[in-house]
Nanobody, 117 residues
């Protein structure tokens, strides 16, 4: 029932920008924290950013702090990840996530981000 659909990935040069979007359905979006995760080649899945409900507080992995911004539009059931100053090490499959809905964690199918010259 929970569905998360990412879009916006692609190929970008170092220093470039991308904006990822995640369309959510199957739950009351505004009541839950949302997050972005990524899995780089040969590495574990990593939490890169999270945005809470209410005050909309945000947390970021140290590796992306100052470069990435997570935001949400509850009227559109959508969460975004603005990525600036991209580096080759940001290359990964990026997943939209809902960390805790009914004691479960959900991910979408992912969208590929490749940062390369």
């Amino acid at each position: 029932q929970v569905q998360l659909v990412e879009s916006g990935g692609g190929l970008v040069q170092p220093g470039g920008s991308l904006r990822l979007s995640c369309a959510a359905s199957g739950f009351t979006f505004s009541r839950y924290a949302m997050a972005w995760y990524r899995r780089a080649p040969g590495k574990e899945r990593e939490l890169v950013a999270q945005i809470n409900t209410g005050d909309g507080s945000r947390t970021y992995a140290d590796s992306v702090k100052g470069r990435f911004t997570i935001s949400r539009d509850d009227a559109k059931n959508t969460v975004y990840l603005q990525m600036n100053g991209l580096k080759p090490e940001d290359t990964a499959v990026y997943y939209c996530g809902a960390p805790n809905i009914g004691f479960r964690r959900y991910w979408g199918q992912g969208t590929q981000v490749t940062v390369s010259s």
